[in-house]
């Protein structure tokens, strides 16, 4: 039998939003666990750079409401005005108290907390730009995890260190009841015990061949979900950033474009005037990616692949470089070895964020259809972060409204938990059927013999997820892709491991990582399939449109026979008037 | 290119042993954490830590070519080939290049790194100045990687006492807060021949570090506050 450990609550994953909610349940004295693949602090919230929203106001004049209101029209509608209201009101609470939790927020002279403006933040309902971005350099991820991990061993917090969670426990009336985690370095399987299961598993940016993302944003929660019949939400909303550097993935900012810098083709043609003869490069980050997109496909990309574009900026000449981008002359270096003074850098439009994932209400309740109506919530399992799908960001999320996002629910998460497990302070009869089919799902990583490996099989999917649901989508080229897709999903049984050793096996760890991104590119693959219009970071070549007489709803994706269905956006927030959508001028 | 790497299973293994290993990669712009990647698509066996791939997460320092360091920043152009890879030194290790950081965590929880504060919380920001929060850079971006710790030689002689360069960095980052209340029992904690005083200013510290921290110099100025304390 299984070891087992019992824990009031239990969260999968120490990024931002685990660690969040993990603190609010900590302080309410419940015996908490937090299961993380690594060690907390090496979770993909250190990597953020720019900074977290909150309508402060320490640098120019500011409100929720205008934050709401950016917020909304950035999520071209799709977003739910509810959690949206919900989140730009307590985004000041929120961060101040990041604030006294110790994060070493910049300062401005005055000693309040130092903050810049982003893309798409704006005074007055559109008006002049807000300066609403509370910012530690360009490391505020980083300072903010490492924060919240410190108060974390402050609250003494029980952490599964190096843990994989494998999938949740469900019984049979649908109530979460832990999870099942391989413990890395031992390599056996424990069942982690709890009346409630927070997913704070981040994002899947892997499931593409290029991103920012990190090599362990793998989507896992999305694949435990899926095989536990929870539908995904809006999963074709991927936010593509159009200057990744080729290869890496490394993020460069957009600031080399408003200093002059512009995109080149294989012939040396700055292309983007002829997609927007006026902003040019400067066009909205979905509009550029296309662009460079269509150029690609159509064989003016760059280099022996004929698969990138140029970033050329050294017409600036070196004092500007060295004045205003040093570290993206630094990154330029490092990453794509070229000096930025003299050479162009090679960028590919780079996936960057998952704005859909798990549904959940703006308590963290993971909700889907069932008999009694169409947002249900499952009973014990919750959901935040980059992996849940509220919906804050909608189809198209603004820069530093995710920092936000974690804590904002990470917390109101933990709040909940704290109700539900008072309402039900027993544990239910241990689901064994449930614990077999996970340790069966294990065991079929066991066998040896023939067959394909698990990075084959991997990149295959990357390249396929990058040619066929990248940003330039039309019904061909979508249907090729689910075609192939279901082809390549088709030959994971054939995968064999030819390491089985236990200790610290990983590769064993990517394998059962393979199998969620499958489960993820699927989700994806079919939902941008079906969904035939153009809004937000879904953008179709065919319907350029955005149609919201047919298409102002969520999509929902189960795995059984990759079937949709659709929800109603919430269009009515908590107190306010509704934004009614309108069209998106910038 | 050549490679030397440091192999050992527990499950196989009576005692480590260095493997050569042969790839074809084209240098130039990849850092030593691609080749590492493309080997073990070779050898599936071939075990490390790795997440961010760009410097930040902390996963991947080892001992590469004598030298302590993260090898997804690290420029595979620039190194001497046999690329010898070891483990971080003078930490368990559990399997290939990846340590038991164990010990390494338990110097840095010791320091208590987190913000201490006993006033009521007011209901804005608590204030702090430009110049008082300049005192904490070059102390808050440490990404725990364990490069310094594991090259300090007072580290490895008393791993279980000695709280470390990484550990004592920490602490001096609280103790440089003008937030934080509890410098006098911060300092009281670290006045103790191994804990604090194990270090001999040898520097390996800073010259390992990615992030270009400086250590020794934190280390300094708790030392400069513990004399200042007693006159
Ligand atoms: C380069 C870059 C820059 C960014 N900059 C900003 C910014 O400036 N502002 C902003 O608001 N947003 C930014 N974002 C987005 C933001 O950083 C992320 O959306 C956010 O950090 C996600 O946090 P999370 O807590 O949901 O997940 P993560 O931080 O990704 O954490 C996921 C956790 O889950 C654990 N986990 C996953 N799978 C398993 C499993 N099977 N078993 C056990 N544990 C598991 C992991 O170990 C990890 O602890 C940026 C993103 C990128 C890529
Ligand atoms: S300066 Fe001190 S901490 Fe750094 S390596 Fe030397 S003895 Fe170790
Ligand atoms: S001080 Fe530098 S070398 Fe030491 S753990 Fe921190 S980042 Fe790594
Ligand atoms: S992989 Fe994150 S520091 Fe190297």
């Known amino acids: 039998m299984i070891a087992k450990r019992t824990f009031d609550a239990v969260i999968i994953g120490g990024g931002g939003a685990g660690l969040r909610a993990a603190l609010q349940l900590a302080h309410a004295d419940l015996k908490v666990a937090v299961v993380s693949k690594v060690f907390p602090t090496r979770s993909h919230t250190v990597s953020a750079q720019g900074g977290i929203a909150a309508s402060l106001g320490n640098v120019s004049e500011d409100n929720w409401h205008w934050h709401m209101y950016d917020t909304v029209k950035g999520s071209d509608y799709l977003g739910d005005q509810d959690a949206i209201e919900f989140m730009c009101r307590g985004a000041n609470e929120a961060v101040i108290e990041l604030e006294h939790f110790g994060m070493p927020f910049d300062r401005l002279e005055n000693g309040k907390i130092y903050q810049r403006p982003f893309g798409g933040m704006t005074q007055d309902y559109g008006g002049a730009p807000a300066v609403r971005t509370c910012a530690v350099a360009d490391r505020t991820g980083h300072a903010m995890l490492h924060t919240l991990y410190q108060r974390n061993i402050a609250a003494r917090t029980h952490f599964f260190e190096e843990y994989f969670a494998l999938d949740l426990v469900m019984d049979e009336e649908g109530y979460s009841q832990g999870v099942v985690a391989l413990g890395i370095e031992s390599g056996e399987p424990i069942f982690i015990e709890a009346r409630a299961t927070i997913l704070a598993t981040g994002g899947a940016g892997r499931i593409f061949s290029a991103t920012t993302n990190a090599l362990i944003n793998t989507g896992d929660g999305l694949g435990m979900a899926l095989r536990a019949g929870i539908p995904l939400e809006d999963m074709e909303f991927w936010q593509f950033h159009p200057t990744g550097v080729h290869g890496a993935g490394v993020l460069i900012t957009e600031g080399v474009r408003g200093e002059g810098g512009y995109l080149v083709n294989r012939n040396g043609e700055r292309f983007m005037e002829r997609y927007a003869p006026n902003a040019k490069d400067l066009a909205s980050r979905d509009v550029v990616s296309r662009a460079m997109a269509v150029e690609i496909f159509e064989g003016r990309g760059c280099g022996k692949d004929s698969d990138h574009v140029l970033l050329k900026l050294d017409h600036l000449g070196p004092e500007v470089i060295q004045q205003r981008l040093p570290g993206i002359r630094e990154l330029a270096l490092k990453f794509a070895h070229v000096d930025p003074a003299t050479d162009p850098i090679p960028v590919v439009p780079t996936v960057h964020y998952m704005m859909g994932g798990i549904p959940t209400n703006l308590h963290g309740q993971v909700v889907m259809p069932t008999a009694t109506g169409p947002e249900e919530a499952v009973p014990g399992l919750y959901a935040i972060g980059e992996c849940a799908c509220v919906s804050v960001h909608g189809a198209n999320r603004l820069g530093s409204n995710s920092l936000l996002d974690l804590i904002v629910f990470g917390r109101a998460a933990g709040n909940d938990v704290i109700e539900y497990c008072r309402e039900n302070p027993f544990l239910r009869p241990v689901p064994v059927q449930a614990l077999e089919r996970i340790a069966a799902r294990l065991a079929r990583w066991d066998r040896t013999g023939e067959g394909i490996t698990v990075p084959e099989l991997r990149e295959e999917m990357r390249k396929t997820m990058q040619l066929h649901c990248g940003v330039f989508r039309t019904e061909a080229v979508l249907q090729d892709g689910v075609k192939k897709m279901l082809e390549i999903a088709a030959k994971l049984p054939d995968v064999v491991l030819r390491d089985q050793s236990k200790i610290y096996n990983t590769g064993r760890i990517e394998a059962l990582e393979l199998e969620n991104l499958m489960a993820v590119a699927l989700a994806t693959m079919h939902s941008a399939a079906a969904r035939q219009e153009s809004r937000g970071a879904h953008a179709r070549d065919d319907y350029p449109a955005r149609d919201d007489n047919a298409w102002l709803k969520h999509s929902l994706y189960f795995s059984d026979a990759h079937r949709l269905d659709y929800k109603p956006v919430r269009l009515k927030p908590l107190t306010v008037e509704a934004f009614q959508p309108k069209a998106r001028v910038y | ?231």
């Open chain 2, 1 to 231: 290119m050549r490679f030397s790497i440091y192999r050992y299973n527990p499950e196989t293994d009576a005692k480590p042993t260095m493997q050569d290993y042969e790839l074809d990669i084209e240098a130039e712009g990849k850092m030593l954490l691609d080749a590492i990647l493309l080997l073990k698509e070779q050898d599936e066996s071939l075990s490390v830590r790795r997440s961010c791939r760009e410097g930040v997460c902390g996963s991947d320092g080892m001992n590469i070519n004598g030298k302590n360091g993260l090898a997804c920043v690290t420029p595979l152009k620039d190194l001497k080939q046999p690329i010898e890879l070891r483990p971080l030194p003078g930490l368990p290790v559990i399997r290939d290049l990846i340590v038991d950081m164990s010990q390494f965590l338990k110097h840095y929880r010791s320091v208590k790194p987190y913000l201490i504060n006993v006033d009521p919380e007011p209901e804005i920001e608590r204030l702090q100045s430009p110049e008082d929060r300049e005192q904490l850079d070059g102390l808050y971006e440490c990404i725990l990687c364990a490069c310094c710790s594991t090259s300090c030689p007072s580290f490895w002689w008393n791993p279980d006492k000695f709280v470390g360069p990484a550990g004592l960095l920490q602490a001096y980052r609280f103790i440089a807060d003008s937030r934080d209340q509890a410098t006098n029992e911060r300092l009281d904690d670290l006045e103790d021949p191994y804990r604090l005083f194990r270090c001999h200013s040898i520097m390996n510290c800073v010259e390992v570090c990615p992030k270009g921290l400086n250590p020794t110099r934190a280390i300094g100025k708790i030392k400069e506050l513990l004399v200042k304390r007693t006159v």
